[in-house]
């Protein structure tokens, strides 16, 4: 018993922080302010950047709504101003970046949910711990590899039941953008569904609930909060999506909700204006940064909803 209580006292005596003297008490608070510094410079510059983003677009926008109707720009039908006579509606441009994102998540939003469930509440620690990379090295696949995956194996697919396709169309460049986005929702999804408490799904299991019952009554509901945020950055990343639009989607401003039609998104509209035959400074050069403006205020408005989404949600579940 004497060994036992003076080894404790030992113990209790080594792990007895040591006091700082003053030398080191300032050393200590200025490793501190250096660090303190270098994240505020971070962050600044990471404000200071989208500042700069934000006004770049601003200004050029403003000089091409001083010469085209914002009315004009936003309820036309028609979307040529590279050729005469120019027309500078952008609903052909909304209405095909729209239709590849809509087609995506559809495609992707399913699949990708039921992956998370899968790695979350019935694959085994072994099989968890090799799919889920082997899902996440999916992402980091170039889009321009998708792009001609799509034109050159999923178009054709999609010609053969459907003879009026196009060769360069919505679907195809829709199903690509999709597997590109699929392991972004699976992943994250599954996180959120790792993170909810054990205790909830012991619960469960008590009053009788079946592994079928417990993840769709208790483990999605509690990371719901989670799941929406990946559907949400999921969707902002598929209407971004350059590369494998311009090479499937097509070139074609065309105001259609067919599919099976060649589209021209925001995002390919901009890439073929950047190559270089536009004269910088002139009114079609400037239309590509009220195209950008117009995606930048869309993906905002899609991150302010995902956000009260969050802020909704997480009330209910914490």
Same mark, same amino acid.
Not at 18 to 44: K, S
Not at 167 to 181: C, P, R, W
Not at 197 to 207: D, K, M, N, V
């Given at each position: ?36 510094? #270098? ?22 926008? /403003?000089?091409?709504?001083? !010469? @085209? ?60 711990? $090799? ?11 170039? &889009?321009?590899? %998708?792009?001609?995956?799509? %034109? ?5 697919? /999609? /010609? ?6 196009? @060769?360069? =169309? ?8 999709? $597997? ?33 019952? #417990?993840?769709?009554?208790?483990? /999605? ?10 559907? $949400? ?11 494998? @639009? ?11 909700? =067919? ?27 400037? &239309? ?18 995902? !956000?009260?989404?969050? !802020?909704?949600?997480?009330? @209910?579940?914490?």
């Amino acid at each position: 018993m004497t060994k036992v209580a003076l080894g404790e006292t030992e113990l209790a005596r080594r792990s007895r922080v040591r006091p700082r003297g003053p030398l080191e008490a300032r050393l200590r608070r200025g490793r501190e302010a250096v660090i303190h510094g #270098v994240l505020f410079l971070c962050a600044f510059v990471s404000i200071l950047t989208t500042a700069g983003i934000i006004a770049t677009l601003l200004e050029e926008t /403003i000089g091409f709504f001083g !010469q @085209v109707s914002i009315w004009d720009y936003l309820t036309g039908t028609r979307w040529t101003p590279l050729f005469s006579p120019a027309s500078f509606g952008i609903l052909p441009l909304l209405a095909g970046t729209l239709l590849v994102a809509a087609f995506a998540a559809l495609f992707a939003v399913p699949i990708g949910l039921l992956t998370a469930v899968f790695l979350s509440e019935y694959a085994p620690s072994w099989l968890r711990s $090799i799919a889920k990379p082997l899902l996440e090295m999916l992402a980091g696949i170039p &889009t321009v590899v %998708l792009g001609f995956f799509a %034109l050159t194996f999923i178009s054709p697919e /999609i /010609i053969r039941p459907f003879s009026n396709a196009s @060769v360069f =169309n919505a679907l195809a460049a829709a199903i690509a953008v999709g $597997i590109m986005i699929i392991p972004l929702i699976s992943s994250l999804s599954e996180d959120a569904m790792s993170a909810v408490p054990q205790s909830l799904r012991e619960g469960a299991y008590a009053l009788g609930a079946t592994k079928y019952e #417990v993840a769709r009554r208790v483990v /999605i509901p509690a990371a719901l909060s989670g799941i929406v945020a990946s559907f $949400i950055l999921a969707i902002s990343r598929a209407l971004g999506e350059t590369m494998i @639009v311009v090479l499937a989607a097509g070139g074609t401003p065309n105001l259609t909700w =067919n599919p099976l039609e060649a589209v021209q998104t925001m995002t390919a509209y901009i890439v073929q204006v950047s190559l270089g035959d536009t004269p910088q400074g002139s009114l079609e050069f400037q &239309t590509i940064f009220a195209v950008g403006m117009t995606l930048f205020v869309m993906t905002l408005a899609l991150n302010v909803v995902s !956000q009260y989404l969050l !802020q909704k949600f997480r009330e @209910v579940y914490e």
